[in-house]
Nanobody
C-alpha cells in the first residue's frame, strides 16, 4: 500500500513537498513515480526515480520539481518549487517491481490514493 501526504493549498510561486510511504512492503528495488490528474483528463506523468536513483521528468516538471527516494524510510518524495496554477491536480504516487524508469501509468503496478494540490493565483 502506498500513502501520499503533503498536498494542500499554496500560492503561485510557492513550494510543496509530497511524500509517498510504502506500507507493508519495501521500496527497495522498486521504481517509483509521480503522476497527476485533473477532472476530464488522462493521468499525466510527472517524474520517476529508478532503484538506482536515476531520474526522469516531464517537460513541465523539469527544472522545477525534484524526485528523490529514501529506501531506509520506504519513502519517495516530490519536491515542487515554482508552482503555478497549471500544477493544480490530484497527485498520485506509483511503484513498479521493475527497478527501472517508467513514464506511463500501465508500467506501474502499485498506486496510492492521491493527494490534492491546489495552486492559487
Amino acid at each position: 500500500q502506498l500513502v501520499e501526504s503533503g498536498g494542500g493549498f499554496v500560492q503561485a510561486g510557492g513550494s510543496l513537498r509530497l511524500s509517498c510511504a510504502a506500507s507493508g512492503r519495501t521500496f527497495r528495488g522498486f521504481g517509483g513515480g509521480w503522476f497527476r490528474q485533473v477532472p476530464g483528463k488522462e493521468r499525466e506523468f510527472v517524474a520517476a526515480v529508478s532503484a538506482a536513483t536515476a531520474t526522469l521528468y516531464s517537460d513541465s516538471a523539469k527544472g522545477r520539481f525534484t524526485i528523490s527516494r529514501d529506501d531506509a524510510k520506504n519513502t519517495v518524495y516530490l519536491q515542487m518549487d515554482g508552482l503555478s496554477v497549471e500544477d493544480t491536480a490530484v497527485y498520485y504516487c506509483a511503484a513498479r517491481p521493475q527497478g527501472g524508469l517508467g513514464n506511463r501509468p500501465h508500467e506501474f503496478y502499485y498506486w496510492g490514493q492521491g493527494t490534492q494540490v491546489t495552486v492559487s493565483s
